[in-house]
């Protein structure tokens, strides 16, 4: 059998691998300019340089989980009504093929096992993230607000208050979302993977002052070291959104030290990121 992967983790993991894919591309192609730019002129061959470490740097970090192996999944749900109580929806396994009918399946089966007594929380989140997966905000958004206001805090996650603030942020109700993303960091004050999910949010909808104030904590508490260059980058457009000039320096600065790649501006083209936040960082590499 195939190793158990958490349904909370399946509907995000086809979107990754897609993204991955991509990046990998524009890299690639970014490296090919650079080598043939600098043929024929030697100031580019530092740039090619950069841009080959970047990529070599992205492939060593590797591709996001590939997902296993669709097993039989009625053998979880075995001995009539009292077996399908027993089913833990974090433990469902899905297949990396046709994977947005797996995970309208896998949506679906949650919502009978949440119905027949299983518990709640993994099954509503399961859930929440099948539909944000699937890009129904409108449907994913009430449980992700069900999840947690409705039960216990103990059973929350960071990520349940980043994707309901998110959910939010796509049903065009930008205060919800600065009201949830609040709540997540007084209830997870030492996670800086979600201040950092938090002021990537709060950017989204326009308020760099919190955005700032989240990530300046996020830094405060420590990234996670595999996201330290992103959080760099949004921390330097934060604080050019909010006026502090010198700080962005500052941070674009400590963006060039991790990769000097960040003074062209087409390594921004390898960002999957609003056009308007791309444009700031492209007032620092100009």
Not at 82 to 109: N, P, S
Not at 252 to 259: A, K, S, T
Request: aromatic content about 8%; overall charge neutral; some cysteine.
């Amino acid at each position: 059998m195939g190793q158990p992967l958490g349904l909370l983790r399946v509907a995000r993991l086809d979107e990754l691998g897609r993204r991955w894919d991509e990046e990998h591309a524009k890299l690639k192609a970014l490296v090919q300019y650079y080598k043939t730019k600098a043929a024929y002129n030697s100031d580019m061959s530092s740039q090619y340089h950069a841009a080959e470490k970047r990529l070599q740097r992205f492939v060593d970090a590797g591709p996001p989980e590939a997902l296993p192996r669709l097993q039989n999944v009625t053998m979880r749900l075995r001995g009539g009504r009292t077996g399908k109580r027993a089913l833990v929806c974090e433990q469902v396994e899905l297949t990396g093929d046709h994977v947005r009918y797996e995970v309208r399946k896998y949506f679906r089966l949650a919502a009978a096992a949440r119905a027949l007594g299983a518990a709640p929380e993994p099954c509503l989140r399961a859930e929440a993230l099948a539909l944000t997966a699937l890009g129904d905000f409108q449907k994913a958004q009430p449980r992700w607000i069900e999840l947690i206001t409705e039960h216990p805090v103990a059973t929350h996650l960071p990520g349940d208050y980043a994707e309901a603030a998110y959910t939010s942020f796509e049903n065009a109700d930008p205060r919800q979302a600065m009201q949830i993303l609040a709540t997540g960091m007084h209830r997870f004050p030492q996670d800086g993977n979600f201040a950092l999910r938090a002021g990537w949010v709060a950017l989204l909808t326009g308020d760099a002052e919190r955005a700032y104030r989240f990530l300046r904590e996020g830094k405060r508490i420590g990234f996670p070291p595999e996201k330290l260059e992103n959080a760099t980058a949004l921390l330097a457009i934060a604080a050019e959104r909010t006026g502090a000039i010198d700080d962005a320096a500052v941070y674009f600065e400590d963006l060039l030290r991790i990769d000097p790649a960040w003074a062209d501006v087409r390594t921004l083209d390898t960002l999957d990121w609003p056009e308007e936040l791309k444009a700031t960082l492209a007032g620092f590499a100009r």
